[in-house]
Nanobody
Framework: QVQLVESGGGLVQAGASLRLSCAAS????????MAWFRQTAGKEREFVAN???????TYADSVKGRFTISRDNAKNTMYLQMNSLKPEDTAVYYC???????????????WGQGTQVTVSS
């Protein structure tokens, strides 16, 4: 079992930066692919980025060049550095862990409770 807790969300103006963190419990953190998804009301959960245990990353086109995903296996923590934020980045951001490397939320077994990110124009 893996328990995930996100932090770092908030309200910022367009163009600002935020860093989200996802703290994981469990001794097998390093073996999981970790990911960030986001969701707004009435929409499906959207893939943002993932990072494999070895560090290989994948990004959604909408965030490529602005967001950076990283992980510190020694600290059981994953991060999402978000720069040049736009109002359309407003969403609840979720971290997830799974054994498959996929952009499909169905491929992830464990989820955090989410953290709200709001970007004002």
């Amino acid at each position: 079992q893996v328990q995930l807790v996100e932090s770092g969300g908030g309200l910022v103006q367009a163009g600002a930066s935020l860093r989200l963190s996802c703290a994981a419990s469990g001794r097998t953190f390093s073996t999981y692919t970790m990911a960030w998804f986001r969701q707004t009301a009435g929409k499906e959960r959207e893939f943002v980025a993932n990072i494999r245990w070895g560090g290989r990353t994948t990004y959604a086109d909408s965030v490529k060049g602005r967001f950076t995903i990283s992980r510190d296996n020694a600290k059981n923590t994953m991060y999402l550095q978000m720069n040049s934020l736009k109002p359309e980045d407003t969403a609840v951001y979720y971290c997830a862990a799974g054994l498959a490397t996929t952009t499909d939320p169905g491929g992830y077994n464990f989820w955090g409770q989410g953290t709200q990110v709001t970007v004002s124009s």
